[in-house]
């Protein structure tokens, strides 16, 4: 099916062309020239009439013009050039002829591109059905992906399918859950394994515990104190002779003893007050008979930390902890040389409300340890992936280092040019095309897929606690009940002999 004919300079990157049947943008097109089968994607349309221009003023000669017929009427497009079929999607180095036709690419043809080595089915071409899009697996755990869009769009429904997705090869993934919404889901690949927002303090560094009470990093003689304390601590919840208190605590009664016997020092007073300051803030992180919380992940399951019930300070030190962790014992496999069991550390890191973790415009320790999983992560067998639903607030040094996008529908400028920013294979057509997407439609790019696509992502066919609340129902069905207990009542005093 002949779509158009190129028209217009040509380049290496895209072509104009003229049409007279309507296109679809994102449609997979291919031009033959040059010995070359070259596919590409409609990218931009608009229809215009030669007659009926812009610089016409008067409306009823509009109005005339316009019942005379639409013979001027013309259909223009631009196609973005994705690479030569023939040549393994390299980018042709000659452009094309003008005069050139174009044609809708073959079913069968785009069927071969999108199959994968370890594939991922997330969904179809949003343009035709028949077509299944896969994205490679190990690109998305090594590389890291961003899924972005705004409220309502389908981004809980996307992870859930790349979730079970990932379980079919028993990858273990986890999730730092931060309204509750997998805790209790259901996935056909494979079982929730839950996880406590509890830390041991036995597997935390002196560094982490000082950086939670806020002891200055000038405050030499505050640190020396408060290092006496941590020690004692830790030795006694190592022991088994800690009583049972918030660890915290317990270092505040270490100090408040050693405070009374060198007669009230000031500067332990002053590492009291900031341990006290600290104690309600983090009073339920802490548990001394929790286990390692890497050692609890599971394979083939959704390992699931439930911050639904936690704080953002409380939440930012559970992410710093376990990324700082995570990494630290890859990198100590990797120099072990033993690369099974660096593999056997790989762990794939989901993060819900990315933007509330990984802040763009002010500093928090789970940035930090975010960041420095982005850009080391992929050495050592740790995958990222960010999702947010406030694209401009996600930190934009940790963003650009997601090689992989699924981005669905974004309507805020802001948002899309924070974006466009952090992605290199993000067009402005394509820019351009996200306030036009349905509900569960995406463009997806980066080194998972061999060509930018528009896919309508799959219906997740397990269960999660994502969906809006129908609040109508419930109103409506209780005013239903609270009138049949009335009538139930009712009859219960006819029956007793009351006559009302």
């Known amino acids: 099916m002949v779509v158009g004919i190129c028209v217009g300079e040509t380049n290496l990157s895209e072509v104009t062309f003229i049409s007279n049947k309507m296109p679809q943008v994102g449609q997979y097109v291919t031009i033959e020239y040059d010995g070359k089968k070259v596919l590409g994607m409609v990218e931009n349309l608009v229809r215009g009439n030669d007659a009926l221009n812009v610089d016409i003023n008067d409306f009823n000669a509009i ?8 013979e001027d009427n013309y259909i223009r497009g631009k196609v973005k050039i994705l690479g030569d079929v023939n040549d393994d999607l390299r980018l042709p180095r000659t ?17 071969e591109i999108f199959k994968a080595k370890n594939p991922i089915r997330l969904g179809t071409l949003v343009n035709q059905d028949d077509v299944a899009v896969n994205v490679d697996a190990n690109p998305i755990l090594s590389r890291h992906l961003a899924i972005l869009a705004m409220t309502g769009a389908g981004k809980s429904n996307t ?26 889901a259901e996935f056909p690949n494979g079982d929730v394994n839950v996880i406590k927002p509890k830390i041991n303090p036995t597997y935390m560094s002196f560094l982490e515990i000082k950086k939670l009470v806020n002891i200055p990093a000038n405050a030499y003689l505050q640190e020396r104190y408060f290092r006496k304390a941590f020690r004692k601590a830790k030795k006694q919840v190592e022991d088994g002779t800690a009583p049972e208190k918030n660890f915290l605590k317990l270092m505040y009664d270490i100090l408040e003893v050693e405070s009374l016997e060198e007669g009230s020092d000031k500067r332990i007073v002053d590492v009291m007050n900031k341990i006290d300051d600290s104690m309600d803030k983090y009073s339920n992180l802490f548990d001394q008979n929790a286990g390692n919380i890497l050692t609890g992940i599971r394979r083939s399951h959704v390992n699931v930390l439930d911050l639904s019930q936690v704080d953002e300070s409380v939440a930012s030190v559970l992410v ?18 033993n690369k099974e069991e660096l593999l056997e550390n ?11 973790l990984a802040p763009n415009k002010r500093d928090s320790d789970s940035k930090r340890w975010i960041q420095r999983v982005a850009r080391e992560g992929r050495k050592f067998g740790l995958g990222l992936c960010l999702v947010s639903q406030s694209p401009k607030t996600v930190d934009h040094d940790a963003l650009s280092q997601m090689n992989n996008m699924i981005i669905l529908r974004l309507v805020e400028p802001e948002d899309q040019r924070h974006v466009q920013s952090a992605s290199e294979s993000l067009s402005q057509d394509l820019v351009n095309q996200l306030p036009s997407l349905n509900v569960g439609e995406a463009v997806v790019l980066g080194l998972m897929a061999k060509v930018p696509t528009l896919v309508k992502i799959d219906k997740f066919q397990g269960r999660t606690h994502g969906d809006d609340m129908d609040i109508v129902s419930y109103f409506r069905d209780l005013a239903k009940r609270e009138a049949e207990e009335i009538e139930r009542q009712e009859d219960e005093l006819m029956d007793m002999g009351y006559d009302y």
């Open 346 to 356: 790989s762990v794939f890191y989901i993060l819900e409300e990315a933007h509330i």
């Open 63 to 70: 109005q005339k013009i316009s019942k005379i017929g639409v």
């Open 159 to 184: 992870v859930s399918v790349l979730i079970d997705e990932l379980l079919g090869y028993n990858v273990p993934v986890f999730v730092f859950d931060m309204h509750g919404e997998y805790k209790g």
């Open 95 to 111: 452009p094309v002829l003008p005069g050139t036709e174009i044609h809708l690419a073959d079913a069968e043809m785009l069927k």
């Open 320 to 337: 710093s902890h376990i990324l700082r962790n995570s990494l630290k014992r890859s990198k100590k496999a990797a120099n072990s040389g």
